[in-house]
């Protein structure tokens, strides 16, 4: 089935407006979230409100219209998103990310046309992992020569967004084995999008199944993504920001909620001697623990974002390594700041949050499904191999 066309959307035209627009739409998503997520109700509304308020063309650059926004601002804008509703947050990381293939590997006719595209608000899906390979770079889906262009064929899984997608960018090799992204329309002939994500969180991101049987893709909508990683690049980092954006921004809202249960619902343990429970010392003691590390994970948010923009105007081996190694620092910590603090709601709440109609488990759900992208260990040995031996990280999406 086709996704309906979007009605116009707005143009951003800097930050303090896109910051704006995020912080509007991050309250007004929140308040359907509980219910959303309970029901396995798809964001198809609010998706559209996203396209339509601008906010997907905000990293289009100047040159084409956009507001070209810098990352300080699109982790920002992201972060804010998921504390309203980290589900619908993650719809568009794979959007942003692969409007940065095309700023970076994209033909000057490629930018032009894409660039239109995204500023009338149209969107990005992804059709990137696979399930069953060795690894998840073990990419097997091809790309063969067909007369005009290539013929697409493989099977994709996770493929958050592709649902609500009017393009969806597929990973695939081609005969020699190199990465190449194609973006293909969401309703092309032999393209199909399956509705089977049943993760226990982010469970209105329908990421299902994306088939590609003899697609026809014509060659001006293939990308040589594997140009990307021939030298330094910040692609990778990018797109981690926004998976650590993502986790920061279940944090806040955990922590959020947690305070409003504490401060309205919960009783003062009998013991305590006080009229309530936000008097208690003990939980007053764990509300700062809390708050420490949500705030940690805040400030390496933004200081990875500064140094993708310091690496951006400055692009080196090493400013790139720098942002790679500030970025695998911010995942770690909003890893464990959205567990952590999404877990704790249960302890300092009481018996009472763990009633299954608050659906009060979502942000631990949620946290516990979104972390599991890109395991943390291996972002904590990147990092101490460059701080003890000074080893730059490896050159790949994912770092």
């Known amino acids: 089935m086709p996704v309906p066309t979007p009605r116009a959307a707005h ?16 309250a007004a998503f929140r308040a359907g979230a509980s219910e959303r997520d309970a029901q396995r109700k798809l964001p198809h509304a609010e998706v559209d409100r996203l396209s339509a308020s601008g906010l997907l063309g905000v990293t289009v650059p100047a040159a084409h219209g956009g507001a070209d926004v810098p990352a300080r601002v699109l982790a920002e804008v992201m972060r804010l998103l998921a504390a309203g509703d980290a589900s619908l947050a993650q719809i568009p990381q ?4 692969y409007v940065n293939v095309l700023r970076r590997q994209g033909t000057p006719e490629q930018r032009r046309f894409f660039f239109r595209e995204v500023l009338d608000g149209r969107r990005f899906g992804n059709a990137q992992s696979e399930a069953g390979t060795r690894h998840v770079q073990d990419i097997r889906t091809r790309l063969t020569p067909a007369a005009g262009g290539y013929l697409l064929n ?20 081609a005969e020699d084995d190199a990465l190449h992204v194609a973006y293909v329309p969401r309703d092309a002939p032999g393209l199909t999008v399956v509705d089977d994500w049943d993760g226990m969180g982010q469970r209105t991101t329908a990421s299902g199944t994306v088939r590609l049987e003899d697609v026809a893709v ?3 909508r293939v990308v040589p993504h594997h140009l990307t990683f021939q030298g330094p690049q910040v692609h990778g980092a990018v797109a981690q920001l926004l998976h650590a954006a993502i986790d920061a921004g279940i944090a806040a809202a955990a922590l ?12 003062p343990w009998f013991e305590s001697g006080l ?3 936000a008097q208690e010392p003990l939980l007053i003691q764990r509300f700062g623990e809390l708050a420490l590390k949500v705030r940690a994970g805040d400030a390496l948010l933004a200081a990875a974002a500064r140094a993708i923009d310091d690496a951006t105007a400055d692009l080196t081996d090493a400013t790139a390594a720098e942002a790679s190694i500030a970025v695998a620092a911010a995942k770690a910590q909003t890893s464990v700041a959205a567990v952590e603090t999404a877990d704790a709601l249960f302890e300092v709440g009481g018996t009472r949050s763990a009633l299954d109609g608050l659906n009060l488990h979502r942000h631990w759900r949620d946290a516990r499904t979104h972390t599991l992208h890109d395991p943390v260990r291996w972002k904590v040995q990147h990092i101490g191999r460059y701080v003890l031996n000074g080893t730059l990280p490896p050159r790949h999406g994912l770092l």
């Open 256 to 267: 959020e909620e947690a305070v409003a249960f504490v401060r309205t619902k919960s009783r």
């Open 11 to 26: 143009v951003i035209t800097g930050e303090a407006e896109a910051l704006a627009v995020a912080r509007e739409l991050s």
């Open 94 to 97: 794979s959007h942003f990310v």
């Open 275 to 277: 009229d309530t429970a």
């Open 154 to 173: 493989g099977l994709k899984h996770y493929s958050t967004g592709a649902l609500f997608a009017h393009w969806i960018p597929v990973l695939a090799r």
């Open 218 to 220: 014509p060659a001006d």
